[in-house]
Structure formats: structure tokens, C-alpha cells
């Protein structure tokens, strides 16, 4: 695919996919990882023992932001805050649906302090921000798909959250459990295409699980295990444009295959934290876009 167009003005499908996928400009929060490093360990993926190089993350992450504003988004910023190292994991700071933020408590007590810092930054834009009572990691374990609200637990946020959720946005939510420790979020196992159509790995989740998400989505799209370890799934779309992962090689082949259009990143830096393009954006639904 040549150059992507611009989300506010979808140009016409693909010609090898059979539907033509229409992008939706949106507004996204993300956070300069100027003080990115590994510092503890609180997944698979961090190695606090191998240095970390700050610089190559910082221009990593300056490209997708770029990336975004390419493709028509809107990205906001939140300073990032000295000794929060994950702060740069944007997804984890909120869930926001309809202009209000369902805010965060985190499992470890090393990101405890992130969540004071997203949710005063979206008090201040004005958005309304609702205290969380069980633990919950944001969009890191919440990613709206249509009518759904998927939600997973597993191994950060607490499936209590999952109701809270639900009923402060009434949105249904369908609740999901991941079961492989390297894919501890619902957003490193499955990412939200459009309204109707996921890609994930299914062995990460549970069998009943899997049975949900196979019942739900039909046309759901299936990735390797080497394109979820490249964090192919942890993908960012626009309803048209894929922002994912370059070494997620067959899933990339597989949304053009589909009509989307597929938009490599590589955030290989950010890798060494556990993260990727969408553990860096937290997506601000509805909320009115800052001057
Ligand atoms: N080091 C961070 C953690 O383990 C990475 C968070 C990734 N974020 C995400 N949305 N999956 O909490």
C-alpha cells in the first residue's frame, strides 16, 4: 500500500479486501518516554539488568506520534513525570468513553503514582473523571469494540473492575481471561480493528474465553505467535489504518489481505518495558478536542 490517507477523509477501500473501511479521526493522549527505562520488573518482557536506550525509545515513540498526526489524528500530551519510568504506557492512564474517564489503580505499587498524574491531567481538559474502587489498568485490560466493552483479567486488573465499568459508561461489558504471563494485558493479545472485527491470538486467553471472542466476531482475524510476541497485537486502528508492529509480519500481510491498511511501526525500544503503539495511546472518545 502507498501512502495512507488521511482519517477525516477515507479514500475508497481496498481492492483486495471485500469491505471498504472507512477511518474515523481520533483523539489520542501519549506521554514523551523522557525518563523510559527499566528500572523494576513487573513483566516477562523487563530485563532491569540490560541497560536501556532512552534516546532510540524517545525517537521510536516520536514516530508514531508522527505517525498519528500523518493519518489526521489529534495527539495530546501529558508531561511525563521523573521516577515513573512507565508513564510513556498512555493506555494504562484511563478509560475514556462519551467524555468521561473511568480513572486507574494499579497492581504494582511502582505505577501506583501514574494515576494521580493522568487523572489530574484529564481533569484539567475538563473531562470528568470517576475514582476506581478495584484495580483496573485502563485501556491496557478495557478496549471498547461497537457495543462491547471488552474486558480482561488475568493477571493486572481485578474482574471487579469489569462491573464498575460497566456501570458507569452502560455500556455491556464481556469479560475476558488471559492465561499466558507474557500477554498480561488484553491489549498485547487482541486489538479492536472496527466495530465488528478483532485480530488476536487465541491461545492467551482462556476456553470459554475464546469462545466468547469466536461468537462475538466471526471475522475475527487470527495472529501467529510470532506476530503476538512481536507485539503485532498491540495495534492501533482508525477503523481503516492499522498502526502495528513491522515484525508482526503475517498479521500485517493479513489486514491488506482484509481492506485495512496497515501502517508498520517499530517500537522495539519500548518492547524491553512490555509495551507498544497502543500501550503509548490511550484514546480520548468524544471529549472535546483541546484548542
Ligand atoms: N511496563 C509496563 C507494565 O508492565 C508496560 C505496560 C504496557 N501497557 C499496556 N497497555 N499493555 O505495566
Redesign the pocket.
Known sequence: PATPGRAGTPRSGSTRGEEIRTARARRYLMCRPEHFT?AYE??P??DSSRAVDTDLALAQWEHLRRTYLDLGHVVDLVDPLPGL??MV?A??GALVIDGHALGVR???AE?AAEAGAYAAWLRAQGIEVTDAVALN?????FLLAGDWLLAGSGF?SDPASHAEAQELFGVPVVSLVLVDPRF?????ALAVLDDRTVAWWPPAFSPGSRRVVERLFPDAIEATEEDALAFGL?AVSDGRHVVVAAAARHLVAELSSRGYVPVPVDLSELLR????A???TLELRDAVAAA
Open positions: 527499566v513487573i513483566n518482557w523487563m519510568p512507565d504506557f493506555a494504562n494499579f497492581r504494582h505505577r489498568e485502563g485501556e491496557g485490560d493486572r498480561y494485558h488484553l491489549d498485547t498491540n518495558g512490555g509495551g507498544g497502543k500501550c503509548c
